[in-house]
């Protein structure tokens, strides 16, 4: 188990996210390939690549249709981090935006690149390395939803993980709760609804990072992972969209990380 000292220092590099293939529903569509995040897909790790490919438990990527509004909003997104805009700045509201627009499609957007991430190491945590989804000795996670699990329940990791992403991925594709429709207004939880997802997906960075970041390191994607963690962090304090509390196994790397 590798404690926090293993973590590196971020680097200012960033390199791009490995796009995925078309999702299977065409709901929230993500913006196709950017030419400067092809170019430096390429230069991704042959190691990296055959994790993902060869990895049929996670998903397709939540795609945003072109030529919505959401799709405008996830590109205007997208040019700022280009632009190499602070992280910091990148995550505000553009004038003119409506904030549950600008939030639906980040969730979007973390939900996706986190699930990459986690895809990366799925090989390595498995029931024997992780019997317990944790965050070191100090933390450990109980799964609860409105199906089998009522009580909060302790899983391995793996299961935990299985479950939590199942479960991000029918809160985003649901109608009620993710309108696609630019004239249908968000409904009354959905705030609620997207800080139990950003929060659980908070415990995802915990666990790769106290973990698995030996793997993140081998594969020499920390630099990625660091940034993709910077993102989501400015974004959820921007927002005040996850409890401190939940924030608390990651506290001293995130101080000397976020600035
Ligand atoms: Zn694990």
Not at 106 to 114: G, K
Not at 186 to 215: E, G
Request: charged share 25%; net charge positive.
């Amino acid at each position: 188990m590798n404690g926090q000292g293993a973590f590196q220092p971020p680097s200012s590099a960033c390199p791009a996210l490995p796009e995925r293939c078309p999702g299977k529903r065409p709901r929230l569509r993500l913006s196709p390939l950017r030419a400067w995040e092809t170019r430096k897909r390429r230069k991704m790790s042959h190691a990296l690549k055959q994790v993902f490919n060869k990895d049929k438990t996670f998903r397709p990527k939540r795609k945003f249709e072109p030529g919505t509004q959401r799709f405008e909003l996830h590109k205007k997104a997208q040019a700022s981090l280009n632009a190499g805009l602070d992280l910091k700045v990148a995550v505000q509201l553009p004038p003119g935006e409506e904030q549950n627009d600008w939030v639906a499609v980040h969730v979007v957007d973390f939900f996706n690149r986190i699930n990459l991430i986690y895809g990366t190491i799925s090989d390595y945590c498995t029931e024997q390395s992780c019997p317990v989804m944790s965050g070191g000795p100090k933390y450990e996670y109980r799964w609860q939803d409105e199906h089998k699990y009522r009580k909060p329940t302790a899983l391995s990791a793996p299961q935990y993980m299985n479950l939590l992403m199942d479960w991000i991925e029918v809160q985003i594709n649901n109608e009620d709760i993710f309108p696609t429709n630019v004239g249908t207004p968000f409904p009354k939880n959905f705030l609620p609804v997207v800080k139990k997802i950003l929060s659980r997906l908070f415990r995802v960075f915990v666990h790769v990072y106290i973990h698995h970041f030996d793997r993140i390191t081998q594969m020499g994607s920390e630099a990625h992972v660091n940034t993709c963690y910077k993102h989501f962090y400015y974004f959820v304090k921007e927002f005040n969209l996850i409890d401190t509390k939940e924030l608390e196994p990651l506290k001293e790397m995130t101080s000397r990380m976020c600035h």
